[in-house]
């Protein structure tokens, strides 16, 4: 019973590197999600999925890309990462059926810094 | 604009005490709101989850309340342990994707 995996759990980028960030759920959860928090602030929505490939922005997009293949995967791509790109990043997951969401699981973040 | 606030940003009380976190949103038209964990370094445990119809829930020593109208939440923790220190976070839900966030309440409970 995993939930929701993420990786890696720490990474420090140099400006202008890329990477990807991965999650997976074995949850069969249909909804999926990227956030980002910043120091003393509330989780700001990246992109979210709502089943297989079908992906949509949220809040803060820019600088970012997801793909959903599968099911279970949702990673996040970063493209030519800027030190506004520092943040912990949190992948989610949830089961919405009926417009009934029956909760969010998180994974335990990646914690990115860009130097 | 839809936002959550969460007042106090810090509370630190001693062990034993029974306490209370707030968390008060703009738009009462939600779905549903989220209490959740976060212990540093770590991710986000959820703890509550109030649909809109109900007005409470509760897990042990915790209750969650919900009054729409006045659009407020309140995290009831009974007799405080020190392994309640976290920071407790409010989310509340306006659609299928969209979730809101308070900034979060960091507990202390001192021994």
């Known amino acids: 019973n995993a939930g929701v995996t993420q990786t890696p759990k720490f990474r420090i980028l140099k400006i202008g590197q890329s990477m990807t960030l991965q999650c997976a759920q074995d949850?069969?959860?249909?909804?999926m999600y990227w956030y980002r928090q910043d120091p003393g602030m509330g989780l700001k929505l990246i992109y979210y999925s709502v089943g297989a490939g079908i992906t949509d922005k949220g809040e803060v997009p820019n600088g970012y890309n997801v793909s959903r293949s599968t099911t279970e995967d949702f990673p996040l791509r970063l493209e030519l990462a800027a030190p506004s790109q520092t943040s912990v990043y949190f992948c989610?997951?949830?089961?919405?059926?009926?417009?009934?969401?029956?909760?969010?699981?998180f994974g335990s973040g990646t914690r990115l810094t860009v130097v | 604009k839809q936002e959550v606030t969460q007042i106090p940003a810090a509370l630190s009380v001693p062990e034993g005490e029974n306490l209370v976190l707030n968390c008060s949103f703009t738009d009462s038209a939600i779905y549903n709101l989220q209490w959740f964990r976060q212990d540093p370094g770590k991710g986000l445990t959820s703890l509550l989850l109030i649909q809109s119809s109900q007005r409470e829930q509760t897990s042990g020593r915790l209750n969650a309340s919900l009054d729409k109208s006045s659009g407020r939440s309140t995290l009831y923790i009974a007799a405080s342990q020190p392994g309640d220190s976290a920071t407790y976070l409010c989310?509340?839900?306006?659609?299928?994707?969209?979730?809101?966030w308070g900034a979060g309440t960091k507990l202390i409970i001192k021994p």
């Open positions: 989610a997951s949830s089961y919405l059926r009926d417009s009934n969401n029956y909760g969010y699981t």
């Open positions: 949850m069969n959860h249909n909804y």
């Open positions: 989310a509340v839900r306006y659609s299928n994707y969209q979730l809101i």
